[in-house]
């Protein structure tokens, strides 16, 4: 069971509120696409601990991405996992690692990010819809 948590700080929800409402055109600017992460790697000049990411977005081709999550994942667990990804940010250098797409997650009490995943098999690329 899932424990209840009050939120206090400004950048939690507050009162059950969201705090920046969008209109349906500014979210369907948003390229939110399933994909297969196809190669995982350490990052050891990362400044946090991370690791470096490849993912299959069908179409859209294979992208690489950093994410700090090796509290919860070891590579092996995240190999052909597929995940949840923003793919129309400008790409961002990350040390040295060009990011083409920002793979999705919820930060957990502990600070370890829980990676956002479909509960189904979706093909590489699907947009969320």
Same mark, same amino acid.
């Given at each position: 069971?899932? @424990? *209840?948590?009050?939120?206090?700080? !400004? !950048? #939690?929800? @507050?009162?059950?509120?969201?705090?920046?409402?969008?209109?349906?055109? #500014?979210? *369907? =600017?948003? +390229?939110?696409?399933?994909?297969?992460?196809? #190669?995982?790697?350490?990052? /050891? *000049?990362?400044?946090?601990?991370?690791? @470096?990411?490849?993912? #299959?977005?069908?179409?859209?081709?294979? =992208? =690489?991405?950093?994410?700090?999550?090796?509290?919860?994942?070891?590579?092996?667990?995240?190999?052909?996992?597929?995940?949840?990804?923003?793919?129309?940010? &400008? &790409?961002?250098?990350?040390?040295?690692?060009?990011? *083409?797409?920002?793979?999705?997650?919820?930060?957990? +009490?502990?600070?370890?990010?829980?990676?956002?995943? /479909?509960?189904? &098999?979706?093909?590489?690329?699907?947009?969320?819809?």
């Amino acid at each position: 069971m899932l @424990k *209840e948590v009050a939120y206090n700080d !400004k !950048k #939690d929800v @507050k009162m059950n509120k969201p705090q920046n409402i969008i209109s349906w055109d #500014d979210f *369907e =600017k948003v +390229e939110i696409r399933v994909g297969t992460i196809v #190669d995982v790697s350490e990052f /050891p *000049e990362a400044r946090l601990p991370a690791y @470096k990411l490849k993912v #299959d977005l069908g179409l859209f081709g294979v =992208k =690489k991405s950093s994410a700090q999550i090796t509290k919860l994942y070891r590579p092996e667990d995240l190999l052909n996992r597929q995940v949840v990804c923003v793919c129309n940010f &400008p &790409p961002k250098q990350i040390g040295p690692v060009m990011s *083409e797409v920002l793979v999705t997650g919820f930060i957990g +009490e502990a600070g370890e990010v829980v990676l956002a995943v /479909p509960d189904k &098999p979706v093909r590489n690329g699907t947009n969320l819809s």
